[in-house]
């Protein structure tokens, strides 16, 4: 304990990761629960599981790991049994120079380093790593350390491939494409049929990849078995439907969003996973914003009314930036209420709600009662029809701050979106403050980064100098050899100042808006994403993947 040099609540707030408001706030929790002070903060949403970390890895003067960007060695988990691992909170991770590196959440613990050091015979290199992201991968990797479940479904189509008929668990395959799916980090998980085959396929970082192959003669059992669970009528295979499941895998909780449609070959299905009331543990500089960005960002959910907009695409993070904001509100003295469909992220401070179409409960009449609960900021998880758009209009013309999402390609784009929903140029000018236009691209893996020359044609495109070093993922068992790990934003950020606001108002030609935009520092998506390939933080090839 000597390294201790203040208490956790007075480090926290020395750096500025709390407020006084909120240490006193939790003193009073503690009073009513017993937890200790991290606990609380945490539970609360006060202070990231990252943030958390940090500071005590400060305390304790160890080295903090970002244990999102890494899958450990399985050969050196099955060194230390799964009781010890998760008794201690720890995780190996990788021998260097002939220690053991392993991953921590409590570095007062004393026992921790005694223990493996006890049971593998290597003294090991301890590093702070976040409590909950930690717990979720020892159990997840001990898991499949226990359950190799690759070699479950490949001993499947090697049964299936000898004998299509023969009968199998259809029913535990599909929970272990699930468990594979959450493993690899999936958004989508796609059933594709063929002439021959029946192809699994996973969206992980925005892109498909290919993750598993079957004999066609088990396509129907795989759809008649999600159809079950999704509450899908199995006997009409004619038509597109819908349906939704739950799943969970070791205490993670997935809504997914089941779709079918009939191709020449079968029904395609495809599900999305959405991570179910996962908890808010994330702040606005884990969305990847350059500093300057930061600044209008920052300068746009701090105004007190007016309405704020997140656009882009399907899976490009719309609802993770909302959630940001709202964890840099003042949720101890505001009201703050949301309506989402589905409840997204769990957070403790603030009035959630979800969407009950059978209980006529949408987004419109959510406004609209949320207008007399005294609110102070309203979210509403996307404006998608003309009924909605008015009443987020009216909330933010009577004195709420709004925030909402929109399916629009660019920030520029928002403003004829919503005339096209009915919203009259006058009302918009008076409303909007201002539109965060993102999509996402992929990180290079920091574990086989090596440097390149991007094709010369790229490097005009995006106007990026030809005597700058380059950098790119070569490809490595941690990134699974696609050279890349995780995502990260780039953006267009619309401040709507008076100008613009007249320019709205007066129905101008959008590129008139556009250039008077530009005049006050408006960039654009490829400008943001030059700025992280000249960061080293993504690659060009990944650019002109997303923007073309």
């Given at each position: 304990m000597s390294g201790r040099q203040m208490p956790l609540g007075e480090l926290l707030s020395s750096r500025g990761l709390i407020t006084q408001e909120q240490i006193e706030f939790v003193l009073h929790e503690q009073k009513a629960t017993g937890e200790r002070m991290g606990e609380a903060l945490l539970r609360l949403g006060f202070v990231t599981d990252s943030d958390l970390a940090r500071v005590l890895a400060e305390q304790s003067r160890m080295e903090f790991f970002d244990i999102r960007s890494f899958n450990p060695d399985l050969d050196l988990l099955a060194l230390l049994p799964y009781s010890v691992a998760k008794k201690h909170s720890v995780l190996p991770l990788f021998e260097k120079d002939g220690r053991l590196y392993a991953a921590v959440s409590d570095p007062f613990d004393p026992t921790v380093r005694e223990a493996v050091f006890r049971i593998t015979g290597k003294d090991p290199f301890l590093c702070v790593a976040a409590a909950n992201q930690l717990n979720k991968l020892i159990e997840r990797h001990y898991y499949m350390l226990e359950h190799p479940i690759d070699k479950e479904i490949s001993r499947v189509v090697e049964s299936l491939r000898q004998n299509p008929d023969i009968e199998i668990d259809v029913s535990g395959l599909v929970d272990n494409l699930f468990r594979s799916a959450i493993t690899f980090r999936a958004t989508d998980m796609h059933i594709s049929p063929s002439d021959l085959s029946t192809r699994v396929l996973f969206r992980i970082d925005g892109v498909m990849r290919l993750a598993h192959v079957f004999p066609a003669a088990l396509h129907q059992r795989l759809i008649t078995n999600i159809k079950v669970r999704s509450n899908m009528d199995i006997s009409e295979q004619r038509r597109p439907q819908d349906g939704r499941m739950s799943f969970d895998f070791l205490g993670d909780f997935f809504d997914v969003r089941v779709s079918s449609l009939r191709t020449n070959h079968g029904e395609n299905?495809?599900?999305?996973?959405?991570?179910?009331?996962?908890?808010?543990?994330?702040?606005?500089?884990?969305?990847?914003?350059?500093?300057?960005?930061?600044?209008?960002?920052?300068?746009?959910?701090?105004?007190?009314?007016?309405?704020?907009?997140?656009?882009?695409?399907?899976?490009?993070?719309?609802?993770?930036?909302?959630?940001?904001?709202?964890?840099?509100?003042?949720?101890?003295?505001?009201?703050?209420?949301?309506?989402?469909?589905?409840?997204?992220?769990?957070?403790?401070?603030?009035?959630?709600?979800?969407?009950?179409?059978?209980?006529?409960?949408?987004?419109?009449?959510?406004?609209?009662?949320?207008?007399?609960?005294?609110?102070?900021?309203?979210?509403?998880?996307?404006?998608?029809?003309?009924?909605?758009?008015?009443?987020?209009?009216?909330?933010?013309?009577?004195?709420?701050?709004?925030?909402?999402?929109?399916?629009?390609?660019?920030?520029?784009?928002?403003?004829?979106?919503?005339?096209?929903?009915?919203?009259?140029?006058?009302?918009?000018?008076?409303?909007?403050?201002?539109?965060?236009?993102?999509?996402?691209?992929?990180?290079?893996?920091?574990?086989?980064?090596?440097?390149?020359?991007?094709?010369?044609?790229?490097?005009?495109?995006?106007?990026?100098?030809?005597?700058?070093?380059?950098?790119?993922?070569?490809?490595?068992?941690?990134?699974?050899?696609?050279?890349?790990?995780?995502?990260?934003?780039?953006?267009?950020?619309?401040?709507?100042?008076?100008?613009?606001?007249?320019?709205?108002?007066?129905?101008?030609?959008?590129?008139?808006?556009?250039?008077?935009?530009?005049?006050?520092?408006?960039?654009?998506?490829?400008?943001?994403?030059?700025?992280?390939?000249?960061?080293?933080?993504?690659?060009?090839?990944?650019?002109?993947?997303?923007?073309?």
């Open positions: 299905m495809v599900m999305r996973l959405l991570p179910s009331r996962g908890s808010a543990s994330f702040s606005m500089n884990d969305v990847g914003f350059e500093e300057e960005d930061l600044q209008k960002v920052h300068q746009l959910f701090k105004r007190p009314f007016g309405m704020v907009l997140v656009t882009g695409p399907t899976g490009s993070g719309k609802t993770t930036t909302l959630y940001a904001s709202l964890r840099e509100q003042d949720y101890i003295g505001k009201n703050i209420l949301t309506v989402e469909d589905p409840i997204e992220y769990e957070f403790l401070m603030i009035r959630q709600t979800q969407v009950n179409e059978k209980a006529d409960y949408t987004f419109s009449s959510a406004i609209r009662t949320f207008l007399r609960q005294d609110p102070d900021i309203i979210l509403v998880g996307e404006i998608r029809d003309e009924e909605t758009a008015i009443m987020a209009i009216r909330a933010a013309l009577t004195g709420h701050l709004l925030l909402s999402t929109l399916h629009t390609n660019t920030a520029i784009g928002a403003i004829a979106r919503l005339k096209d929903l009915g919203v009259t140029p006058f009302l918009l000018s008076s409303a909007l403050s201002g539109v965060i236009s993102q999509r996402l691209v992929r990180l290079i893996c920091p574990h086989c980064k090596v440097e390149y020359r991007p094709r010369k044609e790229l490097l005009d495109l995006y106007q990026l100098p030809a005597e700058q070093v380059y950098w790119r993922g070569a490809g490595c068992p941690q990134c699974r050899n696609t050279g890349y790990y995780g995502r990260t934003a780039i953006s267009e950020i619309l401040v709507c100042s008076k100008d613009i606001c007249h320019l709205i108002g007066e129905d101008a030609p959008l590129k008139v808006v556009e250039e008077k935009a530009r005049q006050t520092g408006f960039h654009d998506f490829a400008a943001s994403g030059r700025a992280k390939v000249l960061n080293g933080l993504t690659d060009v090839d990944e650019l002109y993947r997303v923007l073309g």
